[in-house]
């Protein structure tokens, strides 16, 4: 009883459990773990905002941020004047993701008539297999307004550049074109690629709920439009020897033709005219004739229009007089076992009437007066025989073979242009020497703003002025091209008539050319013109290619505003040299 | 002491509806610069659009065609040009 009574008598709060006295180290190891863990936690939390963060700041930007891309564009190409050659304009490209892309009839009924195309086509494409189709690339911005409009499902767009050429045909080589992607395949567009692409940029930005930009965030990278190119090209001068060389051809039934104009004072091209050309607008059908720039890609044998520079280099050595007499009789002439002809024969002319009458043999026999070495040292000099390199794809160097396997009558036969080949573009640069007193600058592609780097001097001035009376001869009455005369204007000219080379033998196929300076007294332009195989009766130089070059040098000189430098008339109806092949 | 902290909470709560209505300026500001932004950009695509649509109408051949055909004028031949020097009278 007193047991129970015992019992009972203990309070509730004194439980004989908190009497235990428990070994110290328990707690001590519980707090420790407690410790611990809190340790690992706050380790975990530093790793993941400190050191290794980058997984959940790409988490959370992603909610809120976002990366857009500012697109620049293209440069323009614009000629001197600044009249546009060539202009980017943003256009849409529609594309769509076939398996998200689940349309009505109906829709794919509008969708079509937007985009003009048969919606069978449509339906085809929407049912493909592929991730990622293009329904259409390059629309009107217009048009794409109205398909954004539709909220079709799976149908997105973007923006992308379409490259406009308003001169179309009468620029095309020399401006080129872009792909599709904004890569410059020919021309200049290819040729200034680097300067002309622009680099877009980029800005991160924070954008609310309904997509409006909230505020920018981290670095903005600047788009960087490409850079304007000014071309030398004057477009009215290019018209001109556009217009001019179409007419040629279509009249001489002519293969193809091409004209350069170059400015004396500056060397920049103040036009490139090719036949047969295309529309750069719409590619579609496109031949590699077609697509030739004549001009710069194809190396001809020039023919006679070589002779100046053979003569003034006699001229400079002192092996002839402008006056000292050559005997061309019987306008045939022997070496080895080749015979070189006149295509008329002429009795004993002076130095100045083998240019004036396009002697081949007297400007052979000249040649014989000069060793081989100084020859090919001259040609090489005024740049045959090397890549002209204004950038141009596809420059060609043309052929000039080393001297020292030179025989006797392939010396003879480069005094008159056969057995080389230049291109009409290294042509016209051989003739800035007589255009700018035995000078010769580089051409250039674009509009200097500086004067022209000096250049090498390739003849003495005497000599220049020799040669370029010379050439004035044979535009004169009883020269070979007195159909490039041109009124009010002095001008210095020769003529080139050569057959063509065709697997190694020369065919009855020609190659007429003509190349001048005016005016004479001070020679401001230099005009190129070259006829491919004329073949409607005439295909002497004079005849085909004199008339372009007249009126392409007289149209540019009044453009120009050029002052005439003689009297106004021209003496009709003279006597004609018959010229030489 | 109790003065200075209610003045101090009242300053505090004065700073806080400040930072709220500076950003929501400037957020209103920045979208409207937003919107130049963008105006700009597309009269930048006009711009290029009318100097294409300029220089398609100012073809070389176009105005050879008006200038022969509806003006009737054409280039003067020789005997009819008079050239006046220039500087001299």
């Known amino acids: 009883m007193m047991r129970l009574k015992g019992r009972l008598a203990h309070k509730f709060a004194e439980s004989p459990l908190l009497l235990l006295r428990l070994p110290a180290w328990r707690s001590r190891l519980l707090a420790l773990l407690i410790l611990g863990a809190f340790a690992l936690l706050i380790g975990r939390a530093f790793y993941l905002q400190v050191l290794n963060n980058d997984f959940l700041q790409e988490k959370g930007d992603s909610r809120y941020r976002r990366d857009l891309e500012i697109s620049a564009s293209r440069g323009r190409i614009a000629d001197r004047n600044g009249d546009v050659l060539a202009v980017s304009t943003p256009m849409k490209s529609v594309w769509a993701i076939p398996a998200d892309a689940k349309l009505t009839p109906e829709q ?25 189709v293009y329904l259409h690339r390059q629309i009107p911005p217009e048009v794409a307004e109205k398909i954004a409009a539709l909220k079709l499902p799976g149908v997105g767009q973007n923006t992308e550049y379409r490259r406009y050429y308003p001169t179309g045909e009468m620029t095309a080589h020399l401006v080129g074109f872009t792909g599709i992607d904004d890569k410059g395949l020919e021309g200049v567009e290819l040729a200034f690629q680097k300067q002309l692409l622009g680099r877009p940029g980029s800005r991160s930005v924070i954008k609310d709920r309904r997509g409006q930009i909230v505020e920018d965030v981290g670095s903005i990278r600047p788009p960087q439009d490409g850079q304007d190119i000014r071309l030398s090209l004057d477009s009215k001068i290019q018209y001109l020897a556009y217009s001019q060389l179409k007419q040629a051809v279509a009249e001489s039934q002519a293969k193809a033709g091409g004209v350069a104009v170059v400015d004396a004072r500056t060397g920049e091209v103040l036009a490139l005219a090719n036949w047969p050309t295309y529309n750069p607008n719409n590619r579609e059908s496109l031949s590699g004739a077609q697509l030739r720039n004549r001009a710069v890609t194809d190396a001809f044998e020039p023919g006679s229009t070589l002779k100046p520079f053979t003569v003034a ?68 000099a005024v740049g045959f025989g090397q890549v002209p390199e204004l950038g141009f794809p596809g420059e060609v160097s043309g052929r000039l073979r080393p001297w020292k396997h030179w025989r006797p009558i392939e010396q003879a036969t480069m005094s008159y242009g056969h057995g080389i080949s230049v291109s009409l573009i290294q042509l016209i640069h051989a003739y800035t020497v007589f255009a700018r007193e035995g000078e010769l600058i580089p ?50 000219g020769k003529t080139g008539t050569a057959h063509k080379l065709e697997d190694g033998v020369y065919a009855k196929r020609y190659v007429a050319s003509f190349v001048g300076l005016a005016p004479a007294s001070a020679p401001r332009l230099i005009v190129a013109v070259m006829i491919d195989e004329p073949s409607a009766g005439r295909h002497f130089g004079g005849d085909v290619a004199g008339p372009v070059f007249a009126s392409v040098m007289a149209g540019a000189l009044r453009t120009l505003g050029v002052p005439p430098d003689s009297p106004l008339q021209v003496v009709a109806n003279a006597p004609v040299a018959k010229e030489s092949l | 002491m109790v003065r200075l902290n209610l003045l101090l909470l009242l300053i505090a709560a004065a700073c806080a509806l400040a930072t709220v209505t500076a950003q929501h300026s400037a957020r209103k500001l920045f979208q409207s610069l937003e919107a130049e932004q963008e105006r700009a950009r597309q009269l930048e695509v006009e711009f290029g659009q009318l100097q294409l649509e300029l220089s398609t109408w100012a073809t070389a051949p176009r105005i050879e065609k008006i200038a022969r055909e509806k003006l009737k004028m054409n280039v003067p031949e020789a005997p009819r040009t008079l050239s006046a020097a220039l500087g001299q009278r």
């Open chain 1, 443 to 492: 051409l250039s592609l674009t509009r200097l703003e500086a004067p022209p780097p000096k250049g090498a001097m390739i003849y003495s001035p005497q000599t220049v002025r020799e040669v370029v009376a010379m050439l004035e001869m044979a535009v004169r009455p009883g020269g070979t091209a007195p159909k490039a005369q041109i009124p009010g204007y002095r001008v210095a």
């Open chain 1, 313 to 380: 280099l006699a001229l400079e050595k002192g092996k002839v007089r402008f006056d000292t007499v050559i005997d061309c009789a019987p306008g045939r002439m022997t070496i080895g076992t080749a015979t070189i002809n006149d295509a008329h024969s002429h009795g004993p002319l002076t130095v100045a009437e083998v240019i004036q009458k396009s002697s081949n043999v007297g400007a052979a026999k000249i040649a014989a007066m000069l060793a081989p070495q100084e020859m090919w040292e001259m040609f090489d």
């Open chain 1, 108 to 132: 794919t009924q509008q969708l079509a008539r937007l985009l003009e195309a048969n919606p069978k086509d449509l339906s085809r494409k929407l049912a493909s297999e592929k991730s990622f």
